[in-house]
């Protein structure tokens, strides 16, 4: 798949992505979205990794090689937690959730930022129809995102909305962020620290922030830049050309190197060619496949795959 061309007159878009990596294998996720992204991308790219001491050098060097066979540029920042956070559970979450949320003082020298979560995939779509898009917003608001319409799924998620004031039609998903730096004056780390201190009970902690504190503040985006690929409402079960010419979130647990398969982690393999020799050692043994339940529209039944007898195996890394 070649790249796209460019024009070298077009100005350069910074993208921030954030890492945090204990067991080396997230970068993974990273690095197929940021392959994803340039290739498809008719504008010069800068892209930002945002990531902590536990990020390899290794890891630093493959993704600025990624960015530099399709032309792009590659920097990264080393960051930290607030004191106070070092010992914050983000459940689920990884602490590169809300790096983030430093992107307004890492990168206040630029008009306009695109934050992207790892778990993401540019399939087909160039990043030229979304600054196309944002160029609509003649207020120039200090954020852009997406309706989020699967935060109703839990009854954790509607408690969270009452508890935080904002209605599901309101909120917004922070994985797809266009972000303007000069327009956002306070620190949102420090808002995050009073935040989490009057919410001691919410999960979402930073995409909460930015739902409250930008409530009437963010231009909406249609749902093709942050199609979340979720078993909740069968998302990540419709016809394989739903997906296409999309930006793919692969929000929630299940992911393409969790274990779990669904018809769209076929486009995470599709870009997933810089992780090479690599991805044997970041699946695990058990695979299982996701079937769709009819009664239960928030979930999936897991099948187990079955590896045939031993002396019938074909080779792990058949050439086809």
């Known amino acids: 798949m070649p790249p796209k061309p460019r024009a070298s007159t077009s100005p350069v878009l910074p993208v921030a992505l954030a890492l945090h990596d204990p067991k080396s294998r997230y970068w993974a996720y990273t690095a ?78 630029h008009p306009l930022v695109l934050y992207l979560d790892s778990d993401i995939i540019f399939n087909g779509l160039d990043v030229a129809e979304l600054l196309q898009y944002v160029q609509q917003d003649s207020d120039e608001h200090p954020l852009a995102a997406a309706h989020d319409p699967l935060f109703t799924c839990q009854s954790a998620q509607v408690r969270e909305l009452a508890q935080i004031g904002i209605s599901a039609e309101e909120y917004f998903q922070s994985g797809v962020l266009l972000m303007r730096p000069p327009k956002i004056r306070m620190n949102l780390m420090e808002a995050l620290e009073a935040f989490a201190a009057r919410h001691p009970g919410i999960t979402h902690l930073d995409q909460d922030l930015l739902n409250v504190l930008f409530k009437e503040q963010v231009f909406r985006l249609p749902p093709k830049f942050n199609c979340q690929v979720n078993i909740s409402y069968g998302q990540c079960f419709q016809e394989l050309s739903f997906y296409e010419g999309k930006i793919l979130h692969y929000s929630g647990k299940t992911k393409p190197l969790g274990g779990t398969l669904c018809p769209p982690d076929i486009f995470f393999w599709r870009y997933s060619l810089p992780l090479g020799d690599r991805l044997s050692g970041l699946l695990p043994q058990q695979l299982r496949y996701l079937q769709k339940m009819r009664e239960h529209p928030h979930g999936a039944r897991l099948i187990r795959v079955v590896e045939p007898p031993s002396d019938t195996a074909q080779s792990s890394n058949p050439q086809v």
């Open 32 to 109: 197929t979205a940021i392959h994803s992204l340039c290739l498809h991308s008719s504008v010069p790219l800068g892209i930002h990794l945002l990531h902590d001491e536990t990020v390899q050098l290794s890891t630093l060097e493959a993704l600025q090689k990624i960015c530099a066979a399709q032309g792009h540029g590659f920097t990264s920042h080393q960051v930290r937690l607030p004191a106070k956070m070092d010992s914050w559970n983000f459940e689920q979450f990884s602490p590169a959730s809300v790096y983030r949320l430093m992107i307004p003082q890492l990168l206040s020298e």
